[in-house]
């Protein structure tokens, strides 16, 4: 066995024909082994970049499968009879076409099957065959590092879309919760989008399971501002439109076989008077509706008989300042005032009389109480 320059001896032009890089040329010759009966053994090292179709559509679970076409670049198949080494008579498929024993294993990806195979291809031009073999290498993803960081959170992070309708409307949280899921969802997606080759001809289902539930995020934003719209509305901001009553009050109980609440009992409460304690009903004692100054007036005087009068009476929401003009013997407490003797007659219809200034703030005060619990009361009666 002679060792002997490769330069020295005829080789074949064996290429790549799905070169990616342009180089079809071995960079190192190294010397090839001449045996006694004419056999030349050659065996070049040399890196090959070829171009693959990659299809992400069950991206991280996809499988890859990238074809090497070996073949002379000039010789036709009379002159090279190109054969694989461990080929079988009439066989044109190897099973295992590449020896993986010195194969590194890869990080990324899982090699599952190199088979090989003899073509055999004619031309219009030519009656000769051209001969090329094409090694088959399929790959498989190792898919936990995505499941990990790409999948998991994103399904978790979907997830929460459902606690933003569980969320309680007075905590003020619901919008600003939905707007951070989906700003998550933007991020994984644009993550997704810098993993996938660029040049992928469909969009893997991950990609679209994100833009849905995007959507579906999109959808609940818009649902939950509805919502807190109707929840904050209240008898004394907005009026609920006559079909808003039709619709809600009238035929939707009828469709759903629904039935109005029953009114409950009036119900007594002990109420603490100056003169000891008194037994009312509760929806007097909590706010009924008098409709003018003078009947607060009248009330309390029924209830109240010890509180003293100063002056005349006037209008709510008025100064409390005695009128330069006013007397001053009315601004003194008559003796009917005084603890101990009989109250004065109600001032007859027209009668302006004048309190001091915390009673009268106080009476103005439960006047705006009890207007407010009215109102209250006759929108959820409406409802």
């Given at each position: 066995?002679?060792?002997v ?22 960079t ?8 006694y ?31 090497m ?102 905590s ?14 933007t ?21 679209k ?35 808003v ?17 029953v009114?409950?009992?009036?119900v ?10 008194e ?45 330069a003009?006013a ?15 009989p ?31 009215r ?9």
């Amino acid at each position: 066995m002679l060792h002997v320059p490769s330069d020295h001896i005829w080789r074949p032009d064996i290429v790549l024909y799905n070169n990616a890089d342009g180089n079809f040329e071995v960079t190192l010759s190294t010397k090839a082994q001449l045996n006694y009966t004419g056999r030349i053994q050659w065996k070049p090292p040399a890196i090959y970049k070829s171009s693959c179709e990659i299809d992400v559509e069950y991206f991280p679970f996809d499988e890859q499968t990238c074809l090497m076409k070996f073949g002379s670049w000039t010789y036709d198949g009379f002159k090279v009879d190109l054969r694989h080494v461990d080929e079988v008579p009439n066989q044109s498929l190897v099973e295992i076409g590449i020896d993986l024993t010195e194969f590194y294993l890869s990080v990324e990806w899982d090699i599952l099957e190199v088979p090989a195979v003899r073509h055999e291809k004619y031309y219009t031009c030519c009656e000769q065959p051209y001969i090329d073999i094409t090694f088959n290498i399929s790959m498989r993803r190792k898919t936990l590092f995505y499941t990990v960081n790409l999948i998991i959170p994103c399904m978790g992070i979907s997830f929460l879309t459902v606690l933003v309708f569980y969320l309680p409307s007075d905590s003020g949280e619901k919008v600003a919760l939905s707007i951070s899921i989906l700003l998550s969802l933007t991020v994984f997606f644009l993550l997704l989008a810098e993993i996938i080759p660029p040049a992928s001809l469909v969009v893997p289902l991950l990609g679209k399971y994100l833009l849905f539930t995007m959507v579906l995020v999109t959808l609940s934003i818009c649902v939950t501002v509805v919502v807190l719209n109707v929840h904050f509305r209240s008898s004394a901001t907005h009026r609920m439109a006559p079909w808003v009553k039709r619709v809600f009050l009238r035929a939707l109980p009828k469709i759903l076989r629904m039935r109005r609440p029953v009114q409950d009992p009036p119900v007594k409460v002990l109420v603490r008077t100056c003169n000891g304690t008194e037994l009312r009903d509760a929806s007097s004692s909590q706010g009924s509706p008098r409709g003018s100054f003078e009947a607060a007036f009248e009330e309390l005087q029924q209830h109240e008989p010890a509180c003293k009068l100063h002056g005349t009476l006037r209008p709510p929401r008025q100064s409390t300042r005695v009128a330069a003009d006013a007397d001053p013997e009315d601004a003194a407490p008559s003796p009917g005032n005084l603890p101990g003797r009989p109250s004065p007659p109600p001032p007859a219809p027209g009668m302006r009389l004048h309190f001091c200034p915390d009673l009268q703030r106080a009476l103005e005060s439960v006047h705006f109480i009890a207007d407010h619990t009215r109102r209250y009361e006759e929108h959820i009666e409406g409802i």
